[in-house]
């Protein structure tokens, strides 16, 4: 788990592709510090789990689903990348919930300087655009961002200063696919509701168990 405050923004190193996964090697410093083989580090929101660890690098195995749903297999040596550790149970928990899981990916419409924040507006098909809601939170390339202003196809996020100085943002050019995790509460409300029309899990009936009357009667 983590929650999309950025810890550093590391380096790819190498890469070495299979026919659909690949082997990534990133160069970091922060996020080794305490770092052991199996444990989960976020590059650009993606969970990975950190292979062959040396004083400055680590690898990764990055498999088949995880090239489909997220823009790793764009990465290049030398590109820079976003990197956070695993929470620690007990540490301060800056932004919001983020599983390390892509919904998908989107691209990058335009970025807008207004005073000492950007604009950053992003393009994303319906699939992901049904769970961003004004003032709701999303995870870009593993950034925990708000979301201020939503339309059918698109929504923006503002950035501030410290923000574009800890992560990759606002090195990203209009055309430029970025991974997004979407807030995985709307994602379990809209299961346990029933309300996915695309959903391939046999109901058991078409009504919700969830009603007025039984909310109130727990409390809600």
């Avoid at 919001?96 to 393009?123: C, F, K, P, Q, Y």
């Avoid at 995790?181 to 409300?189: A, L, P, R, S, T």
């Amino acid at each position: 788990m983590f929650t999309g405050i950025i810890e550093e923004k590391g380096t790819v190193a190498s890469v070495r592709k299979g026919n659909v996964s690949s082997r990534i090697t990133f160069s970091a410093s922060l996020v080794l510090s305490d770092i052991h083989e199996g444990d989960s580090i976020a590059v650009n929101g993606v969970c990975l789990t950190a292979t062959d660890i040396t004083d400055r690098t680590f690898t990764a195995d990055v498999m088949a689903e995880t090239m489909r749903r997220s823009s790793l297999g764009s990465l290049r040596p030398g590109d820079c990348v976003n990197m956070e550790r695993a929470m620690l149970c007990g540490g301060r928990f800056g932004g919001h919930i983020v599983s390390g899981h892509i919904d998908g990916t989107g691209n990058i419409v335009s970025l807008r300087r207004e005073e000492n924040a950007v604009w950053v507006t992003i393009s994303a098909d319906s699939s992901i655009m049904k769970y961003i809601v004004e003032k709701g939170s999303v995870a870009l390339d593993g950034i925990s961002l708000t979301v201020a202003a939503v339309s059918e196809t698109e929504f923006k996020v503002s950035v501030i200063p410290h923000t574009a100085s800890e992560t990759t943002l606002l090195s990203r050019q209009p055309g430029d696919r970025i991974n997004i995790e979407c807030d995985m509460i709307g994602k379990y409300v809209e299961k346990l509701m029933g309300l996915n029309p695309e959903s391939t899990v046999k109901k058991v009936d078409n009504k919700s168990r969830i009603t007025r009357e039984m909310l109130i009667r727990n409390g809600f």
